[in-house]
């Protein structure tokens, strides 16, 4: 129970901590099979605190290592092992096989015959319930007994986006009034992109030789991600949904339902896992609103670079008339880096270090997008093209990655571009509002609807907040440091 006294550092903490610790011994004096199983509980809990407190910063709750334990796919799964078990978790595996051997040991070859005193333990312990109970609640809800109800709260979230399905299939259309303004919409969905590292934005770096030399034909924001993990950060950008109320999300369509409302074809073409995951995730609900749905990750052994989604765009025909909504969602700048860009496209054939192997993301990604304006720039249409990111990324020399509890501002500092190849006078108007200070693209969702003529209400979000890690986590950015300082 160490691990849990050291990190849970709140004086009733402390006392339910104690508490806990006297029920297992009178455990012990009660029932060799209480004991038992009480053990390896607690075993089980102290094992994830210490993983969850050497990797991932502070936490004192159980649900967000659930939640990735429940809803990563097999991708994850790996690439999280591979990145995230240290020497300490093999040292508390070996601490953990070690304590289950004494306990076979004591359990096996003792054993207490005194009756009385286990009818006495019985009585202390149905009094020590009893007043935890009077005086907490359900105690089930409290660090170290919560591991069933943080599971349960966990697949009830999944059942959720089930729920969520139905909710839009049973939802009545609605049509804006205006026309539309655009026959072909593009939003290029960026994964875990630091904008520090972009030549765009930090002209250190020539890691965006496309969006430098057409910056005056584009808009550029500043721009925070509404929270640093895919799984929130994609619902918060693409629904109206916010961080003050992210359940909002079980009862609201996406952008792509908006389009659809106004005859647009939707296509959601991602380089994410999707189709072989076995559960219903945030994104995958949001992507099968579209028309067109296409998953070209299916295995963490055939991840490729983001441009095998022109294959499946080069199957749409999208030179013609018809008013068109597509979705790019990409593998972008994720771990690992060396896995992103091909031998051709690439700024540093040998790179020195991570730095290096993640600015060789950013300069594939500007490839891909440039490759992508000229397929829509060729139509002669009316095109609005916006590029984001889902978070950022904190990354030095050696290490990087996204979504700890412990946040810096370049985990939601995060591209947010737009191209409109016909006067858009709403995007002027955004962009002088942008500079001097941030968007919150947890505002997006409007702000889309709003520069796309499908609503005329303005909404902005300028709200420093975002979520890390889970719901009740909230971070403001204006007071948060930066991980690695750009020489
Ligand atoms: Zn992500």
Known sequence: MLPQYIYFISFNRTIFITAVLILLFLFSIFSKFLFTVFTIYLNIINMLVIHMNSTWGRITILE????????????????????????????????????????????????????????????????????????????????????????????????AFKDRNEFLKKRTFEKAKNEMIYDKVVLIMGE?????????????????????????????????????????AIPLTLTETTHQDFNAFFKSKSIISDFKENDYKTYWISNQEGAGGKHESSTTTIARESDFVSFQNYDVALTNPDEVLFDVLDEIEINNSDKQMFVFHLMGSHADYDQRCTDEVILHKNPKNLLEEYQNTIYYSDFFIEELFKKFNNTNKNVLIIYTSDHGETLDENEGGHGFYDSHKESVEIPLVMYSNIKNERIEDLLSDNSNGFFNNESLYSIIKYISSISDEKFVSKSPYFISQSLENIIDYTELDYYYEHE
């Open 64 to 159: 967000p290592i659930v939640e990735l334990i429940y809803f990563s796919s097999k991708r994850e799964s790996f690439e999280y092992l591979q990145k995230y078990i240290s020497f300490i978790d093999v040292f508390i595996i070996l601490h953990t096989a070690f304590v289950g051997f004494i306990l076979y040991k004591l359990v096996r070859y003792h054993s207490l015959k005194f009756k009385p005193l286990r009818i006495t333990s019985l009585v202390l312990i149905v009094v020590l319930l009893g007043g935890l109970i009077q005086v907490k609640g359900n105690i089930l809800k409290l660090m170290p007994l919560s591991l069933i109800h943080d599971y349960n709260m966990v697949v009830r979230r999944g059942t």
């Open 192 to 232: 875990s992109v630091n904008k520090n590292f972009m030549g765009l934005y930090n002209d250190k770096y020539n890691t965006t030789p496309f969006f430098s030399k057409i910056k005056n034909d584009i808009y550029t924001f500043n721009a925070i991600a509404p929270a640093t993990q895919t799984h929130l």
